[in-house]
């Protein structure tokens, strides 16, 4: 398995600066909330549909103490400094073979391409540890929702009750050391891309912070 405890990876974004990637483990609290306090407040929106000042510790813990099989993730730091720039997490469902997905990065470093990096290392950590999909919930009464879907994920099962839409999408087949693209392929990519432009509007459910 590539993605275990020891695994660290150094990468250079398009601009040129050098970031560290790892596991997290629960001594990066202090580094999660530091990272936290810093996202401006449209980002705490965006992951929070609703105002928050800083996490509890809590949320700390469950975000933290993970068992990196069923709860994964992994995040970026600055090469020479420990100063968290993003994280990438998924959280397996009960039917094993799916799990939901969310990134995060930091606002001084978004669209420089940590984004990008993180999702295909975290496809790929799913992979191997048994996902085959991703999935999201979002609110059927989004009327933009169906046309945005139909464009970026053809491939897409859709399941809809209660007013929630549930979206199944495949893992692209990337492999752990995939070299980083300006613009990757596949349904999951372009998903999340539209999620980091506030385009999908969120169940309750899908809040991972709040867990």
Not at 15 to 27: Q, S
Not at 36 to 56: N, P, V, W
Not at 174 to 196: I, K, M, N
Request: net charge negative; proline share 5%.
């Amino acid at each position: 398995m590539h993605f275990t405890a020891d695994y660290t990876e150094t990468a250079e974004l398009k601009d040129g600066l050098k970031v560290r990637l790892r596991l997290l483990t629960p001594e990066d609290k202090p580094l999660l909330a530091a990272g936290f306090a810093k996202l401006s407040a449209e980002s705490r929106y965006a992951r929070f549909l609703g105002a928050k000042t800083a996490l509890e510790e809590h949320e700390l813990t469950y975000l933290t103490e993970i068992d990196q099989h069923d709860h994964f993730a992994l995040g970026a730091i600055l090469e020479d400094q420990p100063v968290g720039l993003g994280i990438a997490r998924f959280i397996r469902l009960p039917d094993g073979t799916s799990a939901e997905a969310a990134i995060v990065v930091s606002d001084e470093v978004q669209g420089r391409g940590l984004g990008r990096l993180l999702l295909l290392r975290l496809c790929a950590a799913a992979a191997e540890r048994g996902i085959e999909r991703f999935r999201c919930e979002v609110l059927g009464s989004n009327t933009a929702m169906t046309g945005l879907l139909a464009q970026i994920s053809p491939e897409r099962t859709i399941e809809v009750e209660d007013g929630v839409m549930t979206i199944d999408l495949p893992l692209p087949n990337v492999t752990p050391s995939e070299p980083q693209v300006d613009h990757p392929q596949g349904s999951v990519f372009d998903f999340l891309r539209a999620a980091a432009q506030n385009l999908i509007e969120w169940t309750e459910s899908i809040r991972f912070w709040r867990r």
